[in-house]
């Protein structure tokens, strides 16, 4: 310290702590000559001892003027070193850093300007203090003052030309402290950082594309930025590394993509539209190496194909497209579990479009990897089931294709009948909002008599009664009415001459017994008239309720459109069908007087030609035991009952119907007593608040009562 005051003369040292900004400069050019002279003559311990000086008592000193004079002197002596002066930066350079956070912005903003004094000098040699200098401007950069703020720009703008003109700037070392600097959400810092980003991608020397993962996720977060400013420059500079990303062999599109995976989910419109974009290019380029990461990519794209902007929707949906087109094997890393995964999850989705996309996922897979989805069959067919309450028929009738490539196998198919009696049973709404169309779809996309078959032989053995009624109802309904139907429907009819029709109506009577209204339906289609007769008159007051009533009314209506037609038309020869005169009469006389079905078919019974019906076909019909058809073929009979035991058939509807009966009994009886006990505990609580021994006697005061102590 003593060779220091030695060297530089008193009046230096004082003017160089002065206030007045003149007698500071003035002071640091005389130390700037002293050290001039010391350079020359080799004396750089005198020159070590001089900057200590300036750093101890000048730089490092509590009064704000001499720490003002020793960053001025700092850079003089820099300068009076000239190409020597790279020997004595590790001496220099940390004070000046130091003063960067000084709490006086004067200060501040000398420290700027002396640093840049200082690099003007040494230049290149300036790149081993490059990231502690970095950090110090990302700070200032953000400085409340708008003079130190400048200041920092200005030696930001040689540092940049520094640093691209040097060999010595190591990119490893710098993308850390980037990395940790990206997540600042200050405007001025994400100015300061995008413009390093663009400048440093500039140079060909340094590779920021090998890095890009490492500050993608920052730019990214600088796309939704208020500023507009901010987002544009961000924007650009990701438009600049995605075209590099296109020029480039060599890219990293793993870790990328699980970046663009979260950005992709952002709320703000502009991020979102850059990523899906980012997305589709990757797959385009990718293509193979981004296997491991389609679960991940398409977990994003569902969401964006139901996104609000139009621009978004339709990235998505080409990037979709796209993914589907690359055919790819576990083998290769495509995990067949994930994408069914993220499949399931997006069927919950509040929007139609993605909840398609993701049924034809399951769909596409299905047709690829077959035996795999199967293997996860436990995990899916839930959600599939449950997507049948979709309140979109479109994703219905999607789902049902999904169930009917699952059904192919015919354990899966039996499984799925199984489960839809089930779904059926717990959400009754759903059948009677979806059931039609759920049956119908199901008969087009896997056979119609086969799936009726299943249904059938789930709902035969059914312990829940009322429900085994309602499905069995529906089932027939959607028999009698729909167009997809009409080839089961012509196997019915044909039951008495073609074996299939008497198997198939062999199998749906087994179940059709829960309804009596089914039964006689089925019976009429098959154009077994004297069953459908003997089935009418085993009925008892118990079975004609509103129910019953209400399904009679649907058939009544139902003889009238063209389905029944030959019903119509057999009519015109009642001598030849007797029995379907009787069993139409039957059903007359089962119906209220003051009915629609009532008066419609009393007006059609009225057309039917009695006249070419004989006295004796009549009597014969009234007395003639209903089986006698069942073991002979009369001559004036359009279809023979020879091949179904119809008797065997009726035994079997009325046990069945004895089940309903008792059940009926027991449901009404367990409602009676539900109600007597009410009643009672009613009766029991007014009684007892009515009789005099259950009167409290008034309390009497503990007031008076001696020897006796209040609690």
């Not at 959600?383 to 196998?409: K, P, Q, R, T």
Request: hydrophobic share 40%; charged share 20%.
């Amino acid at each position: 310290m003593a060779d220091a005051l030695s060297l530089i003369p008193a009046s230096v040292l004082r003017n160089l702590a002065d206030k007045l900004y003149e007698k500071r400069k003035n002071a640091a050019l005389e130390i700037e000559g002293i050290i001039k002279q010391l350079t020359l003559s080799g004396e750089h311990d005198k020159i070590s001892a001089v900057i200590n000086l300036l750093t101890l008592e000048f730089a490092g000193s509590p009064q704000a003027n001499h720490r003002k004079g020793g960053l001025i002197g700092l850079a003089a002596a820099t300068v009076g070193l000239g190409t020597d002066a790279a020997q004595h930066l590790t001496q220099i350079v940390p004070p000046v850093l130091k003063s960067f956070a000084d709490q006086d912005s004067r200060v501040r903003y000398y420290a700027c300007e002396a640093l840049y004094n200082i690099a003007k000098v040494v230049r290149g040699d300036f790149i081993v203090f490059f990231n502690k200098i970095f950090d110090a401007l990302c700070k200032l950069s953000a400085d409340s003052d708008p003079s130190v703020q400048s200041a920092a720009h200005l030696l930001d703008r040689l540092i940049k030309d520094i640093v691209t003109e040097s060999d010595q700037f190591s990119i490893e070392e710098f993308i850390p402290l980037l990395r940790e600097r990206m997540n600042v959400l200050n405007p001025y810092v994400r100015q300061f950082l995008v413009g390093w980003i663009t400048v440093l991608d500039s140079v060909p020397e340094i590779d920021m594309l090998g890095f890009l993962p490492d500050f993608l996720d920052g730019l990214f977060n600088m796309l939704s930025d208020s500023s507009h400013e901010i987002r544009q420059q961000a924007d650009s500079a990701l438009s600049e590394f995605l075209q590099e990303i296109k020029n480039s062999p060599n890219v990293d599109y793993g870790r990328m993509a699980e970046i663009l995976v979260q950005r992709a989910g952002s709320p703000d419109e502009f991020t979102r539209l850059t990523a899906i974009t980012w997305i589709n290019e990757f797959i385009k380029l990718g293509r193979e190496q981004l296997v491991p990461y389609y679960a991940e990519i398409l977990g994003a794209i569902l969401p964006c194909i139901s996104d609000k902007e139009e621009k978004i929707r339709v990235v998505a949906r080409e990037t979709n497209e796209e993914l589907c087109g690359i055919h790819a094997d576990p083998a290769d890393g495509f995990n067949i579990d994930a994408i069914l995964s993220i499949s399931r999850r997006e069927l919950t989705s509040e929007w139609e479009a993605t909840r398609i996309e993701a049924l034809q996922w399951i769909s596409k897979l299905l047709v690829r990897h077959r035996n795999e989805v199967i293997s996860y069959l436990n995990y899916t067919f839930d959600s599939l089931m449950n997507a049948l309450s979709d309140s979109s028929n479109g994703v219905v009738l999607l789902v049902l294709e999904v169930h009917a490539c699952i059904a192919e196998d015919p354990q899966h198919f039996c499984r799925l009948i199984e489960l839809l009696v089930r779904r059926f049973q717990r959400d009754r709404a759903l059948l009677e909002r979806r059931g039609a169309l759920v049956v119908r779809r199901l008969c087009v996309l896997l056979d119609a008599e086969r799936v009726y078959r299943e249904f059938s032989s789930n709902l035969e053995h059914e312990t829940d009664l009322d429900f085994a009624s309602i499905m069995v109802q529906a089932l027939n309904l959607i028999l009698l009415t729909s167009l997809e139907l009409a080839d089961l429907r012509a196997l019915v009819k044909q039951s008495s001459v073609n074996s299939s029709g008497k198997d198939l109506f062999i199998s749906l009577f087994s179940s059709w017994c829960h309804s009596p209204m089914a039964t006689i339906s089925l019976c009429l289609l098959a154009q077994a008239y004297n069953p459908a007769s003997s089935v009418i008159q085993s009925l008892g007051e118990v079975d004609i309720n509103a129910k019953f009533l209400v399904q009679l009314d649907k058939l009544i209506r139902l003889l009238e459109t063209p389905i029944f037609a030959y019903i119509r038309l057999q009519l015109l020869e009642p001598g030849k069908h007797t029995w379907l005169l009787k069993t139409l009469y039957g059903l007359l006389m089962l119906l209220p007087q003051q009915s629609a079905a009532f008066k419609i078919l009393r007006t059609r019974l009225k057309t039917v030609p009695l006249y070419t019906l004989g006295l004796d076909q009549l009597k014969r019909a009234s007395s003639e035991n209903p089986y006698s058809q069942i073991l002979q073929v009369t001559e004036d009979s359009r279809t023979s009952y020879t091949a179904i035991d119809f008797q065997s058939k009726l035994q079997q509807f009325e046990q069945m119907q004895h089940r309903h009966r008792l059940h009926s009994r027991s449901q009404l009886q367990s409602l009676n007593s539900s109600t007597s006990t009410i009643l009672q505990i009613s009766e029991e609580s007014h009684d007892s608040s009515s009789r005099p021994e259950n009167i409290q006697p008034p309390q009497r005061s503990s007031l008076n009562v001696p020897g006796q102590l209040k609690t």
